[in-house]
């Protein structure tokens, strides 16, 4: 999702007084327009008239004599040119995806609900434009330490000094962000706001809804991720129970069963070939080999069940390093060991998941959490390493609290999803008291369908959870395995 810097930004004079317009609809409906002082940009992806901006905050706000970060916004105005004043805005995952940067996607997902409601899209402080706290763990000289690592213990040191030369790492979390949101949903003159959050973007939107419940309106939560849950110390369950249903459903698929009829077997003796440690592969455009660690080849095979679509090439990709051909798997770690530097601020990832969850892990919790499960301890310890290094604070235990509220909320959850499982919402759901849980049927994490954009539409329409039906995104079939 990466993309070249937005263009024509405007700095804000603190002289400067937003102009704001308030009239009224034939309906009672108060429209909202957007201050004359922000100016026209573009938005890679987007061909919809886009106005931009940024406004300045403290980075650390409890020091005034602290250095100041620009927060920058875009802003795609409502199509009939008549905005109500409830934006929505989209909160992004990772953490570490830029909002700006994924504009085309929000357009894309969210258009029929941008007739009459402007899309407001801020890049939270070290993401995107809003500093973007960059690390480069992939290699192109020695791609070997993606194959061994996801968070390469050198780099990850060498990314947490350069960036310390600027940046104090320990201010960019969360609640700095609800923060910084705040200040731009004033400084645009905007009402209430429409959280569209997926993944660890509903983190964002549970820490927002608790700091400031007034300037909430609605509340979206695709794939949620609950406050009160140590991340990483659930992903190794989440992802065996996935790759039992992946393999159970292979089983029940006529053509891939046939393809592969002891998958089951295939996979522990591919496992096993790897915890030897004499699994060394080639690397294209690299002269020798290079060992493939157990470990991360299962990380990548957990991020391929986060959705059905890529669950579904795991028996394929099996099957091959079966057969001595382990170039497909190679290929995938290091193709997207290149994309996560792309497309996240790795830096962030880090300076919030180390204060918000790795402090938070109980060691006498990891050995129930991890045994018996293909992952392991692996990915947990990896990131406890990085953490070690990374500057950080560690979030007040009040912080974890579970949120409550009586915001309109739609939460949104796959029952195949080997990232957020459906027990993450049962674990979060039960604070929202004005809710409606919809589960899509053989669909994965963030995913989206035309039966969601219906209730999506209707629930924003009337801010409201009444009449929809929960049961409406029930009938997806799983999508087909690769075979060859």
Known sequence: MASPPLVDHL????????????????????????????????????????????????????????????????????????????????????????????????????????????????????????????????????PAESLQNVFPPARVESCAKDLAKHADLTQYSYQRFADDLEKVRRTLGYGKLNLFAGSYGTRAAQVFVRAYPSSVRTIYLGSVVPIDIAIPLPDAKAAQSTM???????????????????IRDEFSLIMERLASGRVFVQVPGHAGT?????????????????????????????????????????????EDARDGDNDLSLGLLLS???????????????????????????????????????PHSVAPASDRQPIHTQIPTMFVSGDSDGGTPLWFTEQAAP????????????????????????????????????????????HFSRPPFKTE
């Open 11 to 142: 700095r804000f004079p603190c002289s400067v007084l937003f102009a704001l317009l308030l009239t009224t609809f034939a309906t009672g409906q108060i429209e909202h327009a957007l201050p004359s002082a922000l100016q026209s940009c573009s938005v890679p992806g987007v061909k919809r008239s886009t106005r931009c901006g940024r406004t300045k905050v403290l980075e650390n706000p409890v020091l005034p004599g602290s250095r100041k970060l620009e927060i920058h916004f875009a802003v795609i105005p409502a199509a009939k040119g008549h905005a109500r004043p409830d934006p929505i805005v989209p909160l992004l995952g990772g953490p570490g995806e830029s909002a700006i940067d994924a504009a085309e996607w929000s357009v894309h997902r969210l258009e029929p609900m941008l007739n009459d409601r402007d899309l407001l899209l801020v890049d939270q402080r070290g993401t995107g434009q809003s500093g973007a706290l960059r690390c480069h763990f992939f290699s192109p000289d020695d």
């Open 352 to 390: 919030i998941t180390c204060s918000d969850d790795v402090p938070f892990v109980r060691e006498e919790e990891v050995g129930a959490a991890t045994r018996n499960t293909f992952l392991g301890d692996w990915r947990l310890r990896q990131q406890q390493a990085a953490c070690k290094v990374w």
């Open 290 to 334: 290079v060992a493939l660690s157990q470990g991360r080849v299962a990380e990548w095979f957990r991020s391929l069940l986060y959705r059905p679509s890529s669950a579904a090439r795991l028996p394929w990709l099996i099957d091959q390093a079966n057969k001595g051909d382990w170039g497909p798997i190679v290929n995938g770690i290091l």
């Open 431 to 474: 604070g929202f008291q004005n809710r409606i849980e919809v589960i899509m049927n053989n669909r994965g994490h963030t995913e989206w369908a035309p039966c969601i954009v219906t209730l999506y539409e209707r629930f924003l329409n009337q801010g409201s959870i009444s009449g929809l039906d929960a049961s409406a995104c029930s």
């Open 244 to 262: 039992q249903r992946t393999f159970a459903a292979c089983e029940s698929d006529a053509s891939c069963r046939s393809a592969f009829p002891h």
